[in-house]
């Protein structure tokens, strides 16, 4: 499995950025979901897990109600949808996927508890 993210860049606080992930090789009925970043000097963050198991989306409170994730399974394609993005979200964004989906979906984002993991995509949220 290779994972592709894609979308990141430079936004002025306020406005919105969609991230996409294309997760190559999938073919799993039970699996995890996330997206995840690290500011510099911070550790990574579960901002937002699915998992099969529990079928439920788990989003962190610093991003709730401005971030929010789907996937599209006919592409394997998973995004992360941002708005109102402040400089404090500024950050590496990395998708991430399990194929086991044992775990529930907070679980996965606590403990960065993905398998797969893409290459980081920079968002930058300027003042």
């Known amino acids: 499995v290779q994972l592709q993210a894609s979308g990141g860049g430079l936004v002025q606080a306020g406005g919105s950025l969609r991230l996409s992930c294309a997760a190559l090789g999938l073919n799993s009925e039970y699996y995890a979901i996330g997206w995840f970043r690290q500011a510099p000097g911070k550790e990574r963050e579960g901002i937002s897990c699915f998992s099969s198991s529990d079928g439920h989306t788990y989003t962190a409170d610093s991003v709730k109600g401005r971030f929010a994730i789907s996937s599209d399974n006919a592409k394997n394609t998973m995004y992360l949808h941002m708005n109102n993005l402040k400089p404090e979200d500024t950050a590496v964004y990395y998708c991430?996927?399990?194929?086991?989906?044992?775990?529930?979906?907070?679980?996965?984002?606590?403990?960065?508890?993905?398998?797969?993991w893409g290459k980081g995509t920079q968002v930058t949220v300027s003042s």
């Open positions: 991430a996927l399990d194929l086991t989906g044992y775990s529930s979906s907070k679980w996965y984002c606590d403990n960065n508890g993905m398998y797969y």
